[in-house]
């Protein structure tokens, strides 16, 4: 009889802990889908203030059309990438260098620069890109926990025999960051 009751109470134990280990993924799993979330929102401002950007900064460098060509086509190619943080990261990093050259662009020319318009679009570029950088910083933060929790022993095989699986961080490739880091050059010879 003692040895049914310890081998029911270890079924109650073990039933339990599987249980709360799934919640537990799921809880993390629903938390970096909500991270992302965020992240998006934070992208879908920046692409709806680069026309307003690029339709300002057309009215003073109208000779400029292949910088403001390339930021629109980066915007468009940011916009249409389909998938997770890998997907986006590349595509944001293009649109974010397109950016920098424009923005680079508008320092020669001091009647835009001064221009009320331009100064407030760029002072709400740069809160977007702030609240876009520490929306990618929640949302990695939380793959980080998601996916130490799928790794962790004894989680690990629950994650697996629930098929739950790792979600990727938002970063850019390691050649590439490098040269994130670094400002737009303009050259006009």
Same mark, same amino acid.
């Given at each position: 009889m003692s040895i049914l009751l310890v081998l029911g109470i270890a079924i109650i134990i073990i039933s339990v802990y599987v249980a709360v280990s799934y919640n537990m993924l799921i809880n993390s799993k629903n938390m970096?889908?909500?991270?992302?979330?965020?992240?998006?929102?934070?992208? *879908?401002?920046?692409?709806?203030?680069?026309?307003?950007?690029?339709?300002?900064?057309?009215?003073?460098?109208?000779?400029?059309?292949?910088?403001?060509?390339?930021?629109?086509?980066?915007?468009?190619?940011?916009?249409?990438?389909?998938?997770?943080?890998?997907?986006?990261?590349?595509?944001? *990093?293009?649109?974010? *260098?397109?950016?920098?050259?424009?923005?680079?662009?508008?320092?020669?020319?001091?009647?835009?620069?001064?221009?009320?318009?331009?100064?407030k679009l760029q002072f709400e570029l740069t809160d977007i890109e702030d609240r876009i950088k520490a929306s990618r910083r929640f949302y990695n933060t939380n793959v980080m926990a998601f996916n130490t929790r799928i790794e962790q022993f004894p989680c690990n095989f629950i994650a697996k025999y629930f098929k739950f699986k790792q979600a990727g961080f938002f970063e850019l490739p390691h050649e590439e960051s490098a040269a994130a880091q670094n400002p737009a050059e303009v050259d006009f010879k």
């Open positions: 970096v889908n909500a991270a992302w979330s965020d992240v998006e929102t934070q992208i *879908k401002r920046r692409y709806d203030l680069v026309p307003n950007l690029v339709h300002t900064v057309k009215g003073y460098a109208s000779h400029e059309s292949s910088v403001l060509e390339n930021v629109m086509k980066a915007r468009s190619a940011a916009m249409e990438a389909k998938g997770g943080a890998e997907v986006h990261s590349s595509a944001e *990093k293009n649109l974010t *260098k397109s950016l920098r050259t424009l923005i680079a662009v508008s320092e020669n020319y001091p009647d835009l620069k001064a221009s009320e318009n331009f100064l």
